[in-house]
């Protein structure tokens, strides 16, 4: 809910927010495959600025993990 709720209430009712786009695609035009290419594009780009900053600060997830 608060993925979804939080750039609505930052942006108005015309913000067109990646996490809204999916939840339209869902709800409102019940367009499973697109909400779900929508949703892996999100894990996907997700995973590479995770695994981009990683790569940049010299640190490896198994230790940064571990640390948690």
């Known amino acids: 809910l608060g993925n979804y ?14 996490t809204e786009q999916i939840y339209t695609q869902f709800i409102t035009r019940f367009n499973w495959e697109k909400g779900a290419a929508f949703g892996f594009l999100l894990l996907g780009l997700s995973t590479a600025i995770v695994w981009a900053g990683l790569k940049l600060s010299g640190q490896k997830f198994g230790a940064v993990m571990q640390r948690s």
Do not use: H, I, R, Y
């Open 5 to 18: 709720l939080t750039p609505t209430l930052l942006g108005g009712k015309n913000s067109q927010w990646f």
